[in-house]
């Protein structure tokens, strides 16, 4: 008989746990397959150890090096991943679960490092731009900016992802330079302890920027301080505790939590049976049943149904679902395994049961049934259960008991009023989805859904090519009101400002613009004696500026650009229209304005520059006639070091300049911000 692998947690940099505690079982067929460890972790010095090695490892790295090395990780677990299918097979996991989980974690980091690139600077300071005047002549302004708080985020995770949930809350803390502790979900932190030797051996992460608790949170809970941010996904009971806990509470610990979600599903009133809406909702719920074997947070627990559609859509269901096969996720042809563990089982038992005294159970059940393999007698089966609530007005256990596993219920509707309303009584979830066709009923239903949940899916056959899985996305926030615990995760930059601190700065233009690194108009400039385009990306400095010569607009100018661009709108060319138009005269194109301010300040030859490749904020402020005489002052506003070299191995960097465009009364006439690649100097 093989030994039996004690669990370790890593704590302060050393993997510590030796004594035999807690006993795990497979999934599968309830064998023995790990013990936690019986040693309590060291919270204290757990805390300490972030605090006085992981905040300033993290700091000492910028927004972007952060970025690059969630980028490496993702690409050393993506080489390891195997390794993780592995052991997410004793959590029965199929293949395709552990894409939603695996694969899905190893995407979150990606999306963040990319998330990061285009939206945090070279710095640890986000600025929240614009900065605003704060008086009519100019010399005080203020603004907003998001640093980093140097406090410790714990991250309590739920069972039934251990590894995208683990990195989607460690990628957006990382970002916001707040090493984190992680307490995954007992039942399979095997799995989470695996990714966590992953991440230690690739040593990619500076020290002491993540570690892994395994065993209770209480005593990391009772040390947290002012600065420190807790992440829980769970049960609502859990969820309950923290908002309560005293520490917290008296600390002001920031919570963000995740709950129980009885999210629902809307089929329109406009799609009938054999319709591809009709077909795409029932997809979705057979795939919300059966991935993970239902047990996701963003799952389908509620379907509301017209009356005219309930027995078809009903029989489509059983039908679908008597086809999906269950048992060892190792057998071919396995399509759903079993639940988390035992007592996961236990407790879906008896929702099922407590729900089925309102509805009949349409097909399925958590006993008497054989899950395909050998040896899986013992394991934590439980068969696709669907349920029937005729009444759903007048239950209350459809829209208060989550059944976490594949439950789903189904209730008839009379009208669109009456879907919303029992849509509404689920007090709060993460998700829903509206099946219809009728952009006038997505109109109206949509606002009223996204009261009362976090995400809103209209499905429809246009989106079908994309597919209709509910999985969460790293740029959408994942989060719902009420019950589901008012938390918000992922989301982009949201989920990384939830880790920064935000704080309004007042100052002079020349303080804000040290302060933020970005230049604020109005700040001191330093007139650059060399044309900036003619520098390198590290020779660069914010603040340098370039005034150029002037340009007097002439009628030629505008009838050549009509000519070229096809635009004659009478502005530019009819003299009498445009004397009785707000302006009073002929005025210039826009757009010619900012093609003839181009040509005042760009150098032309072979530079640094390497590529305009974008166009922000502009606008046109005030018109230009002819005779008028532009020039434009080009300012670096910004610069950002995305860590990444060309094929020849030459770095570069984004920066952003500030131009704006005057006229012979030094009016603003043109104002806009352009994004180009420029070179770094060779070896850099």
């Known amino acids: 008989m093989n030994k039996v692998s004690t669990l370790q947690s890593w704590i302060g940099g050393r993997w510590m746990g030796s004594e035999a505690g807690l006993s795990l079982h497979s999934a599968i067929d309830n064998s023995l397959i790990y013990h936690t460890h019986a040693e309590a972790v060291d919270a204290q010095q757990a805390l300490d150890y972030a605090r006085r090695t992981g905040v300033p490892a993290l700091m000492a790295l910028d927004f972007q090096q952060r970025a690059a090395c969630l980028r490496a990780l993702a ?10 299918y592995t052991i997410a097979y004793l959590s029965g996991a199929t293949r395709a679960d552990s894409k939603q989980d695996i694969c899905a974690g190893i995407g979150v980091l990606n999306s963040y490092a990319g998330i990061a690139a285009s ?8 600025h929240e731009a614009p900065a605003m005047s704060l008086c009519r002549r100019g010399g005080a302004a203020g603004t907003h900016i998001m640093v980093p708080r140097g406090g410790v985020a714990l991250h309590i995770n739920p069972f039934n992802l251990p590894v995208w949930s683990l990195l989607e809350k460690f990628a957006a803390s990382f970002l916001a330079a707040m090493p984190c502790i992680v307490k995954p979900a ?3 932190s095997y799995l989470a302890e695996a990714l966590v030797r992953l991440i230690d051996a690739s040593g990619v992460l500076p020290k002491g920027a993540l570690q892994l608790a395994i065993g209770p949170a209480d005593a990391l809970l009772a040390r947290l301080q002012d600065n420190d941010a807790v992440s829980f996904t769970g049960s609502d009971a859990t969820a309950t505790t923290l908002r309560n806990h005293p520490n917290l509470l008296a600390r002001s610990v920031q919570v963000s939590l995740g709950a129980a979600s009885l999210n629902c599903a809307i089929l329109g009133p406009d799609v009938r049976s054999g319709e591809p809406e009709f077909e795409l909702l029932a997809d979705a719920i057979v795939r919300s049943m059966t991935v993970k074997a239902g047990q996701d947070g963003a799952a389908i627990r509620r379907v509301m149904v017209p009356h005219g559609q309930i027995e078809a859509l009903t029989a489509r269901l059983r039908e679908r679902l008597a086809a999906v096969v269950i048992g060892d996720p190792a057998q071919a042809g396995v399509q759903m395994g079993p639940l988390a563990s035992q007592a996961q089982r236990s407790e879906l038992g008896a929702r099922v049961r407590a729900l089925a005294e309102e509805s009949d159970i349409v097909c399925g059940q958590v006993d008497g049934y054989a899950p395909a393999g050998d040896g899986v007698r013992d394991g934590a089966f439980a068969a696709p259960t669907l349920l029937l609530c005729r009444g759903g007005a007048r239950s209350d256990a459809v829209h208060e008991i989550e059944a976490f596993g594949p439950v789903c219920a189904l209730m008839p509707y009379a009208d669109v009023e009456e879907a919303l309303a029992l849509a509404a009584r689920g007090r709060g979830s993460l998700a829903s989805t509206l099946a219809t066709r009728d952009p006038k009923l997505a109109a109206y239903a949509v606002p009223r859904l996204a009261a009362s949940h976090g995400r809103v899916l209209v499905l429809e056959r246009e989106v079908a090519a994309a597919g209709t899985d509910v999985l969460a996305s790293a740029h959408l926030k994942y989060g719902g009101p009420g019950r589901a615990g008012c938390g918000e995760q992922l989301g982009g930059l949201r989920a990384i400002s939830q880790y920064l601190q935000r704080s309004a700065l007042q100052g002079s233009p020349t303080m804000l613009t040290a302060v933020t690194g970005e230049y604020v ?3 001191a400039v330093r007139e650059s004696v060399q044309h900036p385009f003619r520098k390198h990306f590290d020779e660069l400095e914010v603040g340098e500026s370039l005034l150029t010569h002037r340009r007097t607009i002439c009628e030629a100018d505008i009838v050549a650009f009509g000519g070229i661009s096809g635009d004659y709108f009478y502005m530019h060319f009819d003299e009498i229209a445009a004397r009785d138009s707000q302006f009073g005269r002929r005025i210039a194109h826009g757009y010619f304005v900012l093609a003839a301010a181009a040509g005042l300040f760009v150098s032309p030859a072979p530079g640094p520059v390497l590529a305009n490749y974008g166009l922000d904020d502009l606008r046109f402020v005030a018109p230009v006639g002819i005779g008028d005489t532009i020039r434009a002052r080009l300012t670096c506003k910004r610069k950002v070091d995305r860590q990444r ?17 005057t006229n012979q009364n030094d009016e603003l006439v043109a104002s806009y911000d352009i994004l180009t690649l420029v070179a770094k100097r060779a070896g850099l």
């Open 75 to 84: 690409s050393h677990i993506q080489q390891h991943r195997e390794a993780l």
């Open 119 to 126: 939206g945090l600077p070279s710095g640890n300071v986000l």
């Open 186 to 188: 007992t039942c399979t």
């Open 521 to 523: 108009r109005g700040a």
């Open 645 to 661: 070299r060309d094929d020849k191995g030459v770095g570069q960097g984004v920066v952003s300049w500030d131009v704006q465009v």
